[in-house]
Each structure stands twice: as structure tokens, then as C-alpha cells.
């Protein structure tokens, strides 16, 4: 058995997505660019040096005034990428000061002391690795930290790791206390800290690469040369850009990190590891774990009960109106009872679900539709290759998909007598006998389904997106489980699916999780390719 690196294939295509441009290239709103930012950060630069030369000056009236810093150009060739319009290209270097720690003689064990009201850290190479600032049990006198002043290390640094285990990066909270670095340590102070996660992410994927290529040691390997490494282009978007990036990758990285420690077969990895990563995909997009951070950052005025009473309304209001017009051909049609939302019993909910979702069932979201199997059923010798009307069955389904290749066709005649089973475009068609569950996504305006088949007609205030994705979830098929009454042959009944049990969002929550799915999946065909 193998155990799963976490330089995944399906990792690097997320990152590689991110800094890139690809995962988020613009936010709404958004009308400042990379550009300006860079000239901001230049702009503060030349302010500072200013007034250090105005203060030398108080001491020393023929200090000579310093030149002013001017972005770096960056060549053609030295671009290793293409990046969206409004980001632009700058060095490593004008972005903050590196400082790799002491050398030598400047700093050894025989200078270290107790921990103690007199003492202070010196950070090491497992804080950077480990990221936890509180590691490690080296501490020098105060006056020794007096004379080792450039190479302090404050609360929002970033420590990189130098030697060995390479490019590891971690920013010291805000609790951490004033140190030094050791030898085996960079610190960077970025000149803007809001940079500090996109530049994190940056170097941690392609700077930590290419230091390892660059890298000036032999059997243990270094950061490059300062000259080498402040030199490098580095991909700069605007703040808000930035800030969305970090954030989507805070969303889906957690579940890449659920399946890069799993154990697999050397020989499944790459067919079976695709399939599990979409499959946690859709059980955190159902249980609103898929858009935890979002829902911090976001206001949703209404919630998956109101939306579940909207939708019972709507519905209810359809059948009074089918029903008024029932009642102009037989004054004595039957007024329906009303539809009102499922009970759930506490025993049946099966995870848990953030507040302002709600538990109802399949049944209370539209309309489910047997075929019809009564006399006017069409038999094998009314279906032909070139009717007028498609009769779907499961063998025309393929990935939820419909195959037009292999469908049989009844006529306009033979459809309009059947009494139930038509299909309308955007109903799904589901399975009910033999291959439970499988069902596509009707994509044309009129069809028939076969007898093994029953329709969902949902309700057109649900994200049909979201619904689509409940049904090709691990749930889906779990509920399908409950519920089969087959022996011999698997099946259920129409009256068992409105049954199911389904985790209702907000609607704007359910379209935040079709648009985090969609960008998700097409990355875990590219990993599985």
C-alpha cells in the first residue's frame, strides 16, 4: 500500500489554477489593478526613504539624498506564464526585505541560556516546518540581542526554512514573541502585509520548486543566492483578487487534504482517486461545509425554511389554479387538500447541517411522475428508430447524460394517448428498477419514459444545478439504499423517493455551491487524465 504524497496532481492544478489568474481572475467590483498596487508599495517606499535621508540629514547636513526606487522591468522571456490583464509582473524583491540569519561564529550553542524574564528566542528551522512559533528551547541573553539587531524577528514576519527541508513558510501570529532567526532560517518583512497570504501561496508553490532546482548546496540543499532570489517574476493581482483567491482556496483545499493522506493501490491511484475526491466534493457541498467560509462573509437574508415554504406556496398555488380550471369542464371536481412540508423526525437526520438550512424531503421540492403503464403503454413493435417523440429508458443514459445515438422513438399518435410519463425539457428522469438511481438530466422538449422509469419535475424556484448534484451524490445512493424493496431484481417506487431525505440551502447558497462544484470537478478530470 502506498500512501498518497501532498504534492498531488489535483493539487498542483488547483494552485497552478490560482496563481495563475485561472481559479479567480477579477471580482465584481473590482476596478483597481495590479499595477497600481505595485506603484502604491513604490510610492510608500520612496516616502520612507525621504524622510530617513531628511532625518540623516539633522546629523549629517551633506548626507547625499538616495535614489529614487522605479518598478524593475521584466523581460519577455522572463515570464513564465500568462496572467489576467489587470495583475501585473514585478520581482520578489520590491515586495519586502530578506534577511537569512547569522552566520558562523555570530550565533552558537555555547550563547544560549535558560528561558527566563532576561532571555529571547531564537527561532528555528521546525518553527518554519512544523508552523508553530511556541517549538523550540534556545534562548540568547539580552544584551546579546542588543548587537544581533538585523536579524530580529517580529510578530506578522514570515520565517522560511533554508537548509534541508527547504521553502517551508509560516507567518508568526500575533502572540508570538520578539526573536532572532537561527542560521538555518530567511525573514521577510513584506512592505504591505495584505500581500502575506497571496505571497505565501506563491512562494510555497513555485518558488519552493524552483529553489529546490537553483538551490547552492550539494548534499543538503539551500535557498538561492539573495541576487537569484529576489530576482524572481512574481505574479501580482490587486488586494481584492488576492483576498478571493486565498479565500477559494481556504474552501476546496481541505478536501484535496482529506484524500492526499489516504492509502491506496499504486495501480487504483489514478482511477480511484478522482472518483473519491468528487465524491467528498459533493458530501461537503451537501452538508454546507463547501461554503462555510463564504457563509462568514456573506448575508443571507432568507432562509432554507422560508425557501421551502415559498416553494410549498408556489405549489399549492398551481393546484388551486389546476384545479379552478378542472372545475370549468366538471363543477364537481374536487378541491385538493393542501401540500404542507414533510415531518423529520430527529432520529432520521443523518448530519448535521448549518442553522439556516433546513431537512425536508424530495417530495416536498415538485412533482414526481410515473410512466404510464395502462393499455396505451407502447409495446416493442410501436417503437422505432425514426418516430417522432423519444422513449427514454435507462440504456439511454450515460454520466446523467441523455444518448441520443440509441433512442427509440414512439409517434405523435401512440404519445398523445399515453396519460402519463411525458417528459418536459430540464425533468429528470430517474431509475426505479434495475439500476437504481442512475437518471440524466432531460435536455429536449418533449419525450415518453419507460415503465422503469419515474419523472422528477422540480419546482422552478430550486437551483436545479444543486438538485442535479444531490442526485449524483453518495446520499442520494445511501437514501436509495434505505428505501430498496427489490429481491431479485433492485427497485422502488415513486412513493419511496419523496421519501428521501434533502438538505435544503438558501437559494443564493445553492448557487455559491454550483459554482464552487464546477470549478472543482473539471480539476479532478484533469488529475484523473
Keep these: 500500500m502506498a500512501k498518497i504524497k501532498k504534492d498531488t496532481n489535483l493539487r498542483k492544478s488547483i494552485l497552478q489554477a490560482a496563481i495563475t489568474g485561472q481559479l479567480i481572475s477579477n471580482v465584481k467590483g ?68 530578506y534577511r537569512k540569519g547569522p552566520f558562523g561564529s555570530s550565533l552558537t550553542k555555547s550563547m544560549f541560556v535558560p528561558r527566563s524574564e532576561f532571555s529571547v528566542k531564537v527561532y528555528e528551522q521546525k518553527n518554519a516546518i512544523q508552523k508553530d512559533f511556541t517549538l523550540g528551547d534556545y534562548y540568547i541573553p539580552k544584551e546579546k540581542f542588543n548587537s544581533m539587531q538585523s536579524f530580529i524577528v517580529e510578530p506578522e514576519d514570515i520565517i522560511i526554512s533554508c537548509a534541508g527541508t527547504i521553502g517551508e513558510v509560516y507567518k508568526l501570529p500575533q502572540n508570538a514573541p520578539i526573536g532572532i532567526i537561527n542560521q538555518a532560517l530567511m525573514r521577510v518583512k513584506l512592505y504591505n502585509d495584505e500581500l502575506s497570504a497571496f505571497w505565501m501561496l506563491y512562494f510555497d508553490y513555485v518558488l519552493k520548486k524552483e529553489a529546490s532546482k537553483q538551490s547552492s548546496g550539494t548534499a543538503i540543499k539551500n535557498i538561492p543566492p539573495f541576487e537569484i532570489l529576489k530576482a524572481y517574476p512574481f505574479p501580482l493581482p490587486p488586494l481584492v483578487v488576492q483576498n478571493a483567491i486565498v479565500a477559494k482556496l481556504e474552501e476546496v483545499l481541505p478536501l484535496v487534504d482529506a484524500y492526499e493522506n489516504a492509502v491506496l493501490q499504486k495501480e487504483e491511484l489514478k482511477t480511484a482517486l478522482p472518483d473519491k475526491v468528487k465524491k467528498a466534493i459533493l458530501q461537503e457541498a451537501i452538508q454546507g461545509k463547501l461554503t462555510k467560509s463564504w457563509r462568514k462573509t456573506t448575508t443571507i437574508e432568507e432562509s432554507g425554511k422560508q425557501l421551502l415554504d415559498k416553494i410549498i406556496e408556489e405549489r399549492n398555488a398551481k393546484l388551486l389554479a389546476q384545479w379552478e380550471e378542472a372545475k370549468k369542464k366538471n363543477p364537481k371536481a374536487k378541491k385538493p387538500a393542501p401540500i404542507v412540508a414533510s415531518e423529520i423526525a430527529e432520529d432520521e437526520i443523518p448530519f448535521e447541517i448549518p442553522k439556516n438550512w433546513c431537512w425536508c424531503r424530495l417530495g416536498d421540492l415538485g412533482t414526481f411522475i410515473n410512466g404510464d403503464r395502462g393499455s396505451n403503454y407502447p409495446s416493442k413493435d410501436k417503437l422505432s428508430s425514426n418516430g417522432e417523440i423519444p422513449f427514454v429508458s435507462a440504456i439511454n443514459f450515460e454520466n446523467t447524460t441523455l444518448r441520443k445515438d440509441n433512442l427509440l422513438y414512439v409517434s405523435q399518435k401512440q404519445y398523445d394517448l399515453l396519460r402519463s410519463g411525458k417528459l418536459q425539457k430540464e425533468d429528470f428522469a430517474i431509475c426505479i428498477r434495475g439500476s437504481l438511481g442512475k437518471f440524466c438530466f432531460y435536455p429536449l422538449e418533449v419525450g415518453a419514459i419507460a415503465s422503469s422509469l419515474v419523472i422528477l419535475r422540480a419546482n422552478e424556484i430550486i437551483n436545479k444545478k444543486y438538485l442535479y448534484y444531490y442526485l449524483c451524490s453518495d446520499f442520494f445512493y445511501e437514501e436509495i439504499k434505505r428505501f430498496n424493496n427489490g429481491t431479485a431484481q433492485p427497485n422502488l417506487a415513486a412513493g419511496d423517493l419523496i421519501k428521501f431525505l434533502f438538505p435544503l440551502p438558501p437559494l443564493a447558497e445553492q448557487e455559491k455551491i454550483v459554482e464552487i462544484i464546477e470549478q472543482m470537478l473539471p480539476l479532478c478530470e484533469k488529475f484523473g487524465g
Excluded: H, M, Q, Y
Design 30 to 97: 473590482e476596478t483597481k489593478t495590479g499595477k497600481e498596487l505595485l506603484d502604491k508599495i513604490i510610492e510608500e517606499r520612496n516616502k520612507k526613504l525621504l524622510a530617513d535621508w531628511e532625518e540623516a540629514k539633522k546629523k549629517n547636513p551633506k548626507a547625499k539624498k538616495p535614489a529614487p526606487i522605479v518598478a524593475s522591468e521584466i523581460t519577455e522571456d522572463e515570464i513564465p506564464f500568462e496572467i489576467p490583464e489587470n495583475w501585473c509582473w514585478c520581482r520578489l524583491g520590491e515586495l519586502g526585505l
